[in-house]
């Protein structure tokens, strides 16, 4: 693999960082502190940092209680127990109240592997960008996120960080910079446009490759931010190729294929198809098991490019 | 408490009250019951004990309070309007549409309100985390939060009240409005609290118990609780639901929301005409 750092280490790297300046920058744990490993952030500020045990509903309180007071809270946990678990909270206590917290709901999806359908989730994204005025964003590798975390800790409000914890596969550069409210054009294509987020940036550039040497013109879009999404991207990408694959490792129900064809049918409308999880729920596995159990590889963006070129009129 | 001041007190209870009833009785109906039985440790809060004022609404060094059973608005917007934070004539709008005061208590509505709330079971861990916040800027303010009976049937309060107690926030007092009901029922009967002083003292909180209606009681309850350094407070207010309202009171568990006649609040509020 080509990975470079642990996504996980850039999180908090970055967080240590910020709160050097920021002294409102706040972390609270729900006993996960050692799988995210704010152990550092702890050792730099004490203070600012606190750990509820096994309690997100009161997690995501206190953090409005104190952002109430003028802190910025980045609260955070595996992705189900960060928003499923603790929703009317997140809706209520923080979005409705207009707060400003970070939730970081960690091992998206397939990324679950091992602990299985209980601690994996398909629908973080799709009940999250429910929430109204949320950011929802996936930053896709080490360098992405990087880049976007001062601006998530910038923005005044409720954001959603869904975080691959460990090394995801690389796709930018260190130092690339991104627009949190942007999406990335990796690449253009006249054929079909293949728009991807997360783990699924890297295999949508590998079927582009394959397209190409099977005469096809993908490009692709890493649309990070679902929530508000860069619809100016989005019918970009229509009007250039007029055909559009969504890959996400995520229901397809909610997620990122409902918030591109949202934007399409309103838009332009165009075949929009769909890699992604078709309403299953999740289970223990490694992540080639995974990805061939709910149809995730990088030949099944091949597959479903060539169905949207044909759908073309 | 001097008896000069504990009749000032009373008088604002009284007063208290009749705005509540009138804000309600302009409507038609609401949240009666569970409103008039917290008046009276409002009232020893906002006009006595606590550190705030109309004029500086946001001043961030003033006492936060957290009404958590959220729809006792009313009463609390009758002591806000009685304060000066918002025209008097607003508690005509209670529920109207477009109002600054809705059924729930909400932060971003009404100014002096500090926290919103209404789903059940949250306010308390967001006195929790505002009480925090004031240790880590090393602030003086001090947090008050009503939890009700019922309310604490959710799980979340056990949750803030275990917190609470193990981090020693001695800047919070909270206060149960032991009423007894809930819309369905007595909560003995549908899911008892008891014993309760016990499990407050296993959640290592200095447990309290005062009669909830009153002043003196209360008062003297909450100078123990910010004496009481190093530890979290909790004072358990025996109250009655509807308490001061003869009409009300007799409603007894259909108290929590029920319908008043507009010759029922002008009589109660001695109002005949507007």
């Given at each position: 693999m080509n990975?470079?750092?642990?996504?996980?280490?850039?999180?908090c790297e970055?967080?240590?960082?910020l709160?050097?300046?920021?002294?409102?920058?706040?972390?609270?744990?729900a006993?996960?502190m050692?799988?995210?490993?704010t152990?550092?952030f702890?050792?730099?500020?004490?203070?600012?940092?606190f750990?509820?045990?096994?309690a997100?509903a009161n997690m995501?309180g206190?953090?409005a209680?104190?952002?109430?007071c003028?802190?910025?809270?980045f609260?955070?946990?595996?992705?189900?127990?960060a928003t499923?678990r603790?929703?009317?909270?997140?809706?209520i206590?923080i979005?409705?109240s207009?707060?400003?917290?970070?939730?970081?709901?960690?091992?998206p999806?397939?990324?679950?592997e091992?602990?299985?359908?209980?601690?994996?989730?398909?629908?973080?994204?799709?009940?999250m960008?429910?929430?109204?005025d949320?950011?929802?964003?996936e930053?896709?590798d080490?360098?992405?996120?990087k880049?976007l975390m001062?601006?998530?800790a910038?923005?005044?409000g409720?954001v959603?960080?869904?975080?691959?914890r460990?090394?995801?596969?690389?796709?930018?550069?260190?130092?690339?910079?991104f627009?949190l409210?942007k999406?990335k054009?990796?690449?253009?294509?006249?054929d079909v446009?293949?728009?991807?987020?997360?783990?699924?940036?890297?295999?949508a550039l590998?079927?582009?490759?394959?397209l190409a040497?099977?005469?096809i013109?993908?490009?692709v879009?890493n649309?990070?931010t679902?929530?508000?999404?860069d619809?100016?991207?989005?019918?970009?990408?229509?009007k250039?190729?007029g055909?559009?694959?969504?890959?996400?490792?995520?229901?397809r129900y909610?997620g990122?294929t409902?918030a591109?064809?949202?934007?399409?049918?309103e838009?332009?409308p165009?075949?929009?198809?769909?890699?992604s999880?078709n309403?299953?729920f999740?289970e223990?596995?490694?992540?080639?098991?995974?990805?061939?159990v709910?149809?995730?590889?990088v030949?099944?963006?091949?597959?479903?490019?060539?169905q949207?070129?044909?759908l073309?009129? | 408490?001097?008896?000069?001041?504990?009749s000032?007190?009373?008088d604002k209870?009284?007063?208290?009250?009749?705005i509540?009833?009138?804000?309600i009785?302009?409507l038609?109906?609401?949240?009666?019951?569970?409103?008039?039985?917290?008046?009276?440790v409002l009232?020893?809060i906002y006009y006595n004990?606590?550190?705030?004022s109309?004029?500086?609404?946001?001043d961030?060094?003033?006492?936060?309070?957290?009404?958590s059973?959220g729809?006792?608005g009313?009463?609390?917007?009758?002591v806000l309007?009685?304060?000066g934070y918002?025209?008097?004539?607003?508690?005509k709008?209670l529920?109207?549409?477009?109002t600054?005061?809705?059924?729930?208590?909400?932060m971003?509505?009404t100014?002096?309100?500090d926290?919103?709330?209404?789903?059940?079971g949250?306010?308390?861990?967001?006195?929790v985390?505002?009480?925090?916040?004031?240790?880590?800027?090393k602030?003086?303010?001090?947090?008050y939060c009503?939890?009700?009976?019922?309310?604490s049937?959710?799980?979340?309060?056990w949750e803030?009240?275990?917190?609470?107690?193990?981090?020693?926030?001695?800047n919070?007092t909270i206060?149960i409005d032991?009423?007894?009901m809930?819309?369905?029922?007595?909560t003995d009967e549908?899911?008892?609290l008891?014993?309760l002083p016990?499990k407050?003292k296993?959640f290592?909180?200095?447990?309290?118990?005062?009669d909830?209606?009153?002043?003196?009681a209360?008062?003297?309850?909450?100078?123990k609780a910010?004496?009481?350094?190093?530890?979290?407070?909790?004072?358990?207010?025996?109250?009655i639901?509807?308490?001061?309202v003869p009409?009300?009171e007799?409603?007894?568990?259909?108290?929590h929301?029920?319908a008043?006649s507009?010759?029922?609040?002008?009589e109660?509020?001695?109002k005949?005409k507007?």
């Amino acid at each position: 693999m080509n990975d470079i750092k642990e996504m996980r280490a850039v999180y908090c790297e970055s967080l240590i960082e910020l709160a050097r300046d920021n002294k409102d920058i706040v972390v609270i744990e729900a006993d996960l502190m050692n799988c995210i490993k704010t152990g550092d952030f702890k050792k730099n500020y004490p203070d600012r940092f606190f750990n509820v045990g096994i309690a997100e509903a009161n997690m995501a309180g206190i953090a409005a209680g104190m952002s109430a007071c003028g802190k910025i809270p980045f609260i955070s946990s595996f992705g189900p127990f960060a928003t499923r678990r603790c929703y009317d909270q997140l809706f209520i206590s923080i979005a409705y109240s207009k707060l400003n917290v970070k939730v970081i709901g960690t091992d998206p999806g397939i990324c679950a592997e091992v602990n299985g359908g209980t601690h994996m989730p398909f629908e973080d994204m799709g009940i999250m960008r429910c929430i109204p005025d949320i950011v929802c964003v996936e930053p896709t590798d080490a360098a992405q996120l990087k880049s976007l975390m001062p601006q998530i800790a910038a923005h005044k409000g409720l954001v959603y960080v869904r975080l691959y914890r460990k090394c995801s596969p690389k796709v930018y550069e260190e130092g690339d910079k991104f627009d949190l409210f942007k999406a990335k054009e990796i690449s253009q294509g006249n054929d079909v446009t293949i728009i991807a987020s997360g783990i699924m940036v890297d295999r949508a550039l590998q079927a582009a490759k394959l397209l190409a040497e099977q005469g096809i013109n993908a490009g692709v879009t890493n649309i990070h931010t679902w929530k508000p999404i860069d619809k100016d991207a989005v019918i970009a990408a229509i009007k250039r190729s007029g055909a559009i694959v969504v890959a996400e490792n995520h229901n397809r129900y909610n997620g990122l294929t409902s918030a591109v064809s949202e934007v399409a049918c309103e838009h332009c409308p165009a075949p929009v198809l769909s890699v992604s999880v078709n309403d299953k729920f999740g289970e223990v596995g490694k992540m080639p098991y995974l990805s061939d159990v709910y149809n995730l590889n990088v030949s099944d963006i091949v597959e479903r490019a060539k169905q949207a070129i044909a759908l073309k009129k | 408490m001097d008896s000069q001041k504990l009749s000032f007190l009373q008088d604002k209870a009284a007063q208290i009250r009749k705005i509540t009833i009138e804000m309600i009785g302009r409507l038609g109906s609401g949240h009666v019951g569970g409103s008039l039985s917290i008046v009276d440790v409002l009232t020893d809060i906002y006009y006595n004990v606590g550190n705030m004022s109309a004029a500086h609404p946001d001043d961030p060094n003033r006492d936060r309070v957290v009404v958590s059973k959220g729809h006792a608005g009313p009463a609390l917007y009758a002591v806000l309007a009685d304060k000066g934070y918002f025209p008097i004539d607003n508690i005509k709008t209670l529920n109207q549409g477009g109002t600054s005061l809705p059924s729930h208590c909400d932060m971003n509505k009404t100014v002096g309100v500090d926290m919103t709330a209404g789903s059940l079971g949250q306010g308390l861990s967001c006195a929790v985390g505002m009480a925090l916040a004031a240790k880590m800027d090393k602030k003086s303010y001090r947090t008050y939060c009503i939890i009700g009976d019922g309310e604490s049937q959710e799980g979340q309060i056990w949750e803030a009240l275990m917190y609470a107690g193990n981090m020693g926030l001695d800047n919070l007092t909270i206060f149960i409005d032991y009423n007894r009901m809930q819309i369905d029922g007595y909560t003995d009967e549908i899911n008892s609290l008891e014993p309760l002083p016990d499990k407050y003292k296993a959640f290592n909180l200095n447990t309290l118990r005062v009669d909830g209606h009153d002043i003196a009681a209360i008062d003297d309850a909450i100078a123990k609780a910010k004496a009481a350094t190093g530890k979290c407070t909790v004072i358990i207010l025996d109250t009655i639901k509807g308490h001061g309202v003869p009409w009300a009171e007799d409603k007894g568990v259909g108290s929590h929301s029920f319908a008043i006649s507009e010759s029922q609040w002008r009589e109660f509020c001695g109002k005949e005409k507007d």
